[in-house]
């Protein structure tokens, strides 16, 4: 894929303030095809390709998940481990509202108001990841340690096996 001429977002604005080393990577966006479509276009493991959910709780007050691109989120442990009643996928209009960005491009970094992180606890074992980098069809790669040192997220166990 041909690279953006300006690949500039807020996530990459915030991570270069917070002196993260990141490389960017590109490949043809398919609606909703997921974290498969890109881990395959990038020849990278889906497991290793983070998704930025963002989800609501019962108030329907604004959070965001990360979870591995081939598991899902089990939304009672994580209500459970949020400390409320219940946890639901945001709306995708509102969704981009409380992150800025078009669902299918959220990053985690660089939303338009702080949202209150949930990292699912196994990503960290890995030695890079891919996340979102602010747009569709761009990802950008960083060491899983960097996401605890900016975003100060709440360590979850919440996977599911996808399908599961």
Do not use: W
Not at 108 to 130: H, M
């Amino acid at each position: 894929m041909k690279r953006p001429s300006h690949t500039e977002t807020p996530a990459t604005q915030f991570l270069r303030e917070q002196g993260v080393a990141y490389t960017e990577h590109f490949y043809d966006y398919v609606e909703r095809g997921g974290t498969a479509v890109s881990a395959q276009s990038l020849g990278v493991p889906e497991h290793a390709v983070v998704k930025t959910l963002v989800m609501e709780d019962d108030a329907r007050r604004p959070l965001v998940v990360l979870m591995h691109g081939d598991r899902q989120v089990s939304t009672k442990n994580l209500a459970r481990q949020a400390g409320c009643k219940r946890v639901e996928p945001a709306p995708p209009e509102r969704a981009q509202r409380h992150s800025g960005y078009q669902v299918g491009g959220t990053s985690p970094f660089g939303t338009r108001k702080r949202l209150p992180v949930y990292l699912e606890r196994s990503i960290l074992e890995l030695p890079r990841i891919y996340i979102n980098g602010g747009r569709r069809g761009f990802l950008l790669c960083i060491a899983p340690g960097d996401i605890v040192r900016t975003l100060s997220p709440q360590l979850v166990d919440v996977a599911l096996e996808a399908g599961g």
